[in-house]
Nanobody, 124 residues
Framework: QVQLVESGGGLVQAGGSLRLSCAAS????????MGWFRQAPGKEREFVGA????????NYADSVKGRFTISRDNAKNTVYLQMNSLKPEDTAVYYC?????????????????WGQGTQVTVSS
């Protein structure tokens, strides 16, 4: 069982940066691949990026590639999403998720555990 709590969301101007954190409970955090998803108003939840248990593999949605970076600190049971060059279309609730698999997936169904989400708003 893994419990996830996101933090770091807020309001930022276009072109700015934010770093989201996701703190996980449990002793086996290092065995989980971690993903970030987002859901904008009126839209379906979509994949943002993911990282393998040992950070050897990362993948990103095309819409954020080159702007967002995922990292993790297994000693702190925390995964991060560094978001740079933010755009108004990045406005959404951002969720972190955990999957007991070695290779991070891009589908919501790959992930068994979810956080409650944190709001990111980018003003133009």
């Amino acid at each position: 069982q893994v419990q996830l709590v996101e933090s770091g969301g807020g309001l930022v101007q276009a072109g700015g940066s934010l770093r989201l954190s996701c703190a996980a409970s449990g002793r086996t955090f290092s065995r989980y691949s971690m993903g970030w998803f987002r859901q904008a108003p009126g839209k379906e939840r979509e994949f943002v990026g993911a990282i393998s248990w040992n950070a050897a593999i990362t993948n990103y949605a095309d819409s954020v590639k080159g702007r967002f970076t995922i990292s993790r600190d297994n000693a702190k049971n925390t995964v991060y999403l560094q978001m740079n060059s933010l755009k108004p279309e990045d406005t959404a609730v951002y969720y972190c998720a955990a999957a007991s698999r070695l290779v991070p997936g891009t589908s919501q169904s790959d992930y068994a555990y979810w956080g409650q989400g944190t709001q990111v708003t980018v003003s133009s």
